[in-house]
């Protein structure tokens, strides 16, 4: 169970344009969802908390405008990388808290490379 | 703020032989989630362990086993009869409820693991 699914796995874009990447999960509902980036040989670092028919909360200097974060459903969460430039390639990787309680960890998705050429 | 530090950037075992990575964090909560995660090449978080604050008992899972002290914010993951298969990047993170639903995941650097035939 507490299954993630993060599509796509991998994506290549022209600088300029805007790539969306989702996060599902399969067989709970998560009203919180959460966006990490990850940069090679380094750990991951929160860019956003997701929550579901609200506004996400976002971590200092990570730009609103332009990792857009829409959790339109307790299944769905979205980032959307706008206008997007080389400097923004890397790997985002999504996660949703699983059930059973309050020590329920997070469970995370396959992750997406992202690739701005 | 919370702060989860991993000292081993980098370690080696020999397979079959056992392993203690280490983990240190720093907090002023009583209420929190320590957990190791494990990220293979592949990239996919894989939940290894987890501890409950408030649970003086070591938590088991098979080969892996952590030894938590609390008083001294330390929780290291031992890994015994080592694999192939347990070549990665482990993390350790701190969860600490927010209220609400919400709580905040902190994350280690990372120890890059090598088992060695």
């Known amino acids: 169970g507490a299954v993630v699914s993060q599509h796509p796995s991998w994506v290549i874009c022209k600088s300029g344009t805007s790539v969306k990447i989702e996060c599902r999960s399969l067989?709970?509902?998560?009203?919180?969802m959460f966006w990490y980036r990850q940069f090679p040989k380094q750990s991951l670092m929160l860019m956003a908390t997701s929550n579901e028919g609200s506004k996400a909360t976002y971590e200092q200097g990570v730009e609103k405008d332009k990792f857009l974060i829409n959790h339109a459903s307790l299944t769905l969460s979205t980032l959307t990388v706008t206008s997007a430039h080389p400097e923004d390639s890397s790997f985002y990787i999504c996660s949703a808290r699983g059930f059973g309680g309050r020590n329920s960890p997070l469970h995370f998705g396959n992750g997406t490379r992202l690739t701005v050429t | 703020a919370q702060t989860v530090t991993q000292s081993q950037p980098e370690m080696s075992v020999q397979e079959a032989e056992t392993v203690t990575l280490s983990c240190t964090y720093d907090?002023?909560?009583?209420?929190?989630?320590l957990f190791w995660y494990k990220q293979p090449p592949s990239r996919q978080m894989i939940l290894v362990i987890r501890q409950e604050a408030y649970k003086q008992q070591n938590a088991t899972e098979n080969r892996f086993s952590v030894n938590f002290q609390k008083a001294a914010k330390s929780f290291s993951l031992k890994i015994s009869d080592s694999q192939l298969g347990d070549t990665a990047m482990y993390f350790c993170?701190?969860?600490?409820?927010?209220?609400?639903?919400?709580?905040?995941?902190?994350f280690g650097k990372g120890t890059k693991l090598s088992v060695i035939p």
């Open positions: 907090t002023s909560e009583s209420n929190y989630y």
């Open positions: 993170a701190f969860m600490k409820p927010l209220g609400s639903g919400s709580y905040q995941l902190t």
């Open positions: 067989d709970f509902q998560a009203t919180t």
